[in-house]
């Protein structure tokens, strides 16, 4: 087991007193009673308040407990059947974070009234606003796609797809090929069937592209019908290096194209450089991702009912609204962002999928092991023969060099500790956590604001998005995108990292992302039952706002993550 999860403690072992045994007379048995009843009493009154501001902190509209709808929600992942009956870690698991949660609660408690941080919700604005966005420049002729025709089926979930559409854009102008609409592979973890046209709007996409490069929706007649394995015209990704220079496409690709007129990418995924690429090709790629990709009406007015009710209504929009929604964005009054109603958004990036990759453990013992080994057995197997065969990093050592995915207790501590308060709202992205409803118990007591789309939505405004995981992550992309400030819990996730160039891009400078910096935090979460909640205040804020920097895009680093870049984004001297 990880040192962290071995070393807390609670109050009520160690506050504990032995009750003196000596015989009492009459007039002190009435004087005890008397004390008992006035702690009776109290303890009541406590629990009552305590109940009572809870009803009254849970917005009115919210439909469904949120405990339920934890439990009922769609699952972001769906396991294959021999997995089902392996899956049981659903109760409280330990934690070493009792001494420092029931601190959090009391530093809440008595700064109910007091103001927030000065900068929590805010970006270093002068220097982030000098970043403009002007990727919709174009200095170059339409591609006549006269080479053939590419088609391409992406793989993964929702954010994986989107990344893979603007690659293949990019290599449909270096090939001067036609584009045929994207497809999406069936996967059998995420189970949907959804294709671009059920997320995206098909005749924007084409037609916003059209002056880089030619798209079709499907191939000319005469193509159908060849047999396109028979022809090698079928890529996959073990044809293609990660991440492979334009260089590569041109000198392996561009002569199969050549040759039998189209080509089909199969599983293509992040198999495109991000460095060297010739800028007007890397400002496609940013093109298309802030662009050209605009969800569906049926995406759009859900994802609008999910900011009006979690902005409890007001008649206020947005920043971002109007690149989300499109009409059915909340038009701002006067483009007064003040008016606008704060609330935080989160990723909790703690699904069992994520859990079981890392190697980390995370409180629950045997039967925890048990159950994401049989994960990775499924669904890593090459992870699984790596760990019989090799001598890997214990979860130790894997925690305390900030490898291991934010547990729902540490992502609750770090919010606590950055100064956000109990009124604060938040918009809790995904609902299958790892370890069941019992995993939010101290999110949801410290933070009572906090909701998903499952309770923003009513059960019938949810039931188009029922079993379609692709379009329930793109509301969560809505919720996330919008929100006046966003915290993730691990900067590798694709959603996080496509939610905060996308908040970089348009936010000019005042839509701030909390990314923290987990080998620093795992540090800080060591000490958990020694160090002093000032202390831990002072050290979660540093190592937080030291990654609020604003900084260039560093090489070959992504442009959908890193936006601020000569080929995406202006600056202004």
């Not at 691990?490 to 839509?511: E, H, K, N, T």
Request: net charge positive.
């Amino acid at each position: 087991m990880s040192s962290i999860n071995g070393g807390g403690k609670t109050y009520s072992d160690s506050d504990r007193a032995d009750t003196p045994t000596r015989k009492r007379g009459p007039k002190r048995r009435v004087s005890r009673f008397k004390g008992l009843g006035f702690l009776i009493g109290f303890l009541g009154l406590f629990f009552f308040v305590n109940w009572w501001m809870h009803s009254r902190l849970n917005h009115p509209d919210l439909g469904a407990n949120l405990t339920d709808s934890f439990t009922n929600s769609t699952p972001s992942l769906v396991f294959k059947e021999d997995l089902r009956n392996i899956t049981k870690v659903n109760k409280p698991t330990k934690t070493a974070f009792g001494r420092l949660l029931k601190l959090a609660a009391h530093a809440l408690a008595e700064g109910q009234n007091k103001p927030e941080p000065k900068g929590l919700w805010e970006e270093p604005h002068a220097l982030a606003s000098n970043w403009k966005p002007c990727a919709e420049e174009r200095d170059w002729e339409p591609s006549e796609g006269n080479n053939g025709y590419i088609m391409f089926t992406a793989n993964g979930g929702l954010n994986q797809q989107r990344v893979a559409v603007c690659n293949a854009v990019a290599v449909a102008r270096l090939l001067n090929a036609t584009l045929v609409l994207p497809k999406f592979m069936y996967s059998s973890v995420w189970r949907d069937v959804s294709q671009f046209g059920d997320i995206y709007q098909e005749e924007h996409f084409i037609n916003y592209l059209k002056p880089d490069i030619h798209i079709v929706k499907e191939l000319p007649e005469e193509l159908r019908s060849l047999d396109l394995d028979a022809i090698d015209s079928v890529i996959t990704d073990e044809d293609i290096m990660k991440e492979a220079r334009p260089s590569f496409y041109r000198k392996n690709i561009l002569p199969i194209l050549l040759r039998n007129k189209v080509l089909h990418f199969v599983g293509f995924g992040n198999r495109l450089a991000f460095d060297p690429v010739p800028f007007e090709l890397q400002r496609l790629r940013c093109r298309c991702n802030f662009y050209a990709l605009q969800f569906v009406p049926k995406i759009q007015k859900a994802g609008s009912v999910i900011l009006q009710r979690i902005r409890q209504n007001s008649s206020y929009g947005g920043l971002l609204d109007s690149y989300l929604v499109g009409p059915y964005a909340q038009k701002m009054k006067g483009k007064n962002a003040s008016k606008v109603p704060k609330y935080l958004s989160l990723h909790l990036r703690f699904e069992i999928d994520m859990v079981a990759h890392s190697l980390c453990e995370f409180g629950g013992g045997e039967e925890e092991k048990k159950e994401l080994e049989a994960y990775r057995q499924i669904h890593f197997p090459a992870l699984t023969v790596l760990t019989k065969s090799e001598k890997l990093p214990s979860p130790a050592d894997l925690r305390s060099e900030g490898l291991c995915p934010l547990t729902p207790e540490e992502a609750v501590l770090m919010l606590a500790a950055l100064g956000f308060n109990r009124k604060t709202h938040i918009f809790l992205a995904g609902a299958q956590i790892y370890g069941g409803p019992s995993r939010l118990t101290s999110l949801m007591s410290l933070y009572p604001h906090l909701v998903t789309k499952e309770n923003l939505l009513s059960p019938s405004e949810l039931e188009p998005f029922k079993n379609f995981s692709s379009q329930l992550a793109a509301l969560d992309f809505i919720g996330c995108t919008a929100s006046t400030a966003f915290a993730m819990t691990d900067s590798g996730s694709q959603l996080s990292a496509l939610v905060s160039g996308y908040r970089m891009y348009f936010g000019g400078g005042q839509m701030p992302t909390i990314r923290p910096n987990k080998r620093r935090l795992a540090d800080i979460f060591l000490k958990n039952s020694t160090i002093e909640w000032k202390v831990f205040e002072q050290r979660v804020r540093k190592a937080v706002r030291q990654t609020k920097r604003v900084h260039r895009r560093p090489t070959a680093r992504s442009i959908y993550r890193h936006p601020r870049c000569k080929e995406c984004m202006c600056l202004l001297e």
